[in-house]
């Protein structure tokens, strides 16, 4: 039993979590599939019981209902089935024998969508072949799968798949988002997700929550708005510190993206020759690069630097040089090295991808892709400050929690796409936005603008295309505060 339905339990509460969730999976059924039979299937457990209280809720909507239920051991799924009875209801035993699979097809057969209330948050890899025998007849009918909390077969902590799960079209989640829902080939299988809150006192759900994923409103919320006598001095002075022979376009990149993100001026200090893409940035080469950044910093300080595309091996040592100068400060590629374990603070932000992150825990790719929100959040306690987890979607983990952000597009499965956030994050730091602000609201404006570029360039969308795009995500998001 998890956490949260422990807490519930002790509580009194699960009694009218379990009706809040029946409630929430009719109301889903009943408005995505208005007219037809009603299959549902009820496991042992209390996910079970969601389904008995959701066919009564469909029953009680003049739905026809057809309820399948394994032997019900938990009290609240045994509760439930009993009202579903006395409200008229019969049940049929589930059964995994050859004349059960057969009755279950034949059901299928006539069902217009099938409820999945055979396992949710309790079940434990691999499936057992009698449930697996289900799972398969279902998944061969191939009638609209409403799932309750999360597919039957997905492990809900875990991105990854294994044996077959049920393929859901509709997934109502109850109460909290789990990691199967957001994140790799699990997520595939939820279809479209839903979360119900279950009306639970305000608080409860959050205090257990692995992960939130704001909503646009919450995020336009914490973009910068300008007065009227703005000037390019008071809307951010960046540094983007960057490149090495033969890795010039990734600082040119960050620089892109940070003016595109608002930032007043912006500067690429760096120790090779990096092309002047936008006449608008300023470029400096420097023979010594740590030498001339600290001569520069007395009489310029800037408001927020990125550091580490494209930079080579003298990554780490700049970085624990820009790090003790205590400004807002983007870590970016070969900035991200476990030699600086520790060394983050408050106002600085680390973006690695998987790979990245990987070699920051000393672990395998498949490691953190298997479950991200555990990975940015060990990322977080090892490094300290703020960690973007980055994929489709990326994961923002601060000392105040875990947050996941919209995806993008899949286009943005291309080069460079990382540097343009680093500039993104670093301008957004520089126009005041605190480290987790500016982590969340530049994967979000990333994100959508790369849904925006995407929507012309499709698979061959590049990293200045969603540069070019920044400014009307921006409008965008801000037109939903
Ligand atoms: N958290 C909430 O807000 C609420 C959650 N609800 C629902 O409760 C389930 C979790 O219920 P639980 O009883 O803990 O587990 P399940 O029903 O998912 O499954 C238990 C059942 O499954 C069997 N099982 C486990 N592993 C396997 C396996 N590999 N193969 C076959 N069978 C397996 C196990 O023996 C048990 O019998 C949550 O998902 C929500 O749907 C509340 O109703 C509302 C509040």
Redesign the pocket.
Known sequence: ??A??LR?ERAGL?EL??E??GRAVADTVHAAFPAGRVLLLA????????AYVAARHLHALGRAVEVRGLNA??P?ARTNRRRLLAAGVRTTPLAASPAGLAALRRALGGAAVVVD?L??????????P??AGVVAAVNAAGRPVVA???PSGLD?EMAEVSGDPLRADHTVA???WKTALLFGPAAHLAGQVRLDG?R?PPGW?LAEATATRPADAEVAARLPVRAADAHKGTAGRVWIVGGHPGTVGAPALAGVGALRAGAGLVTVHSAAEVPLVMPELMVRRHADLAGALADTLPDARPDALALGMGLGPDAPALARLVLGWRIPTVLDADALQPELTGAGHDACVWTPHPGEAARLLGTRTPEITRDPLEAARALQARYGGVVVLKGGPSVVAHPGGVQVARPGHPGMASAGMGDTLSGVIAALLGQGLDAAGAALAGVSLHARAGQLAGAQHGYGLSATDVSVALGAAWLDLSSRR
């Open positions: 039993m998890r949260l339905d519930l699960l979590a379990m809040e969730a496991g042992s457990g209390a996910n079970g019981g969601d051991r938990h609240l209330g396992l949710g948050t309790g079940f434990t890899p691999p499936l057992r009698a449930l309750i909390d999360l809900a109850l109460c909290g279950l639970l759900a």
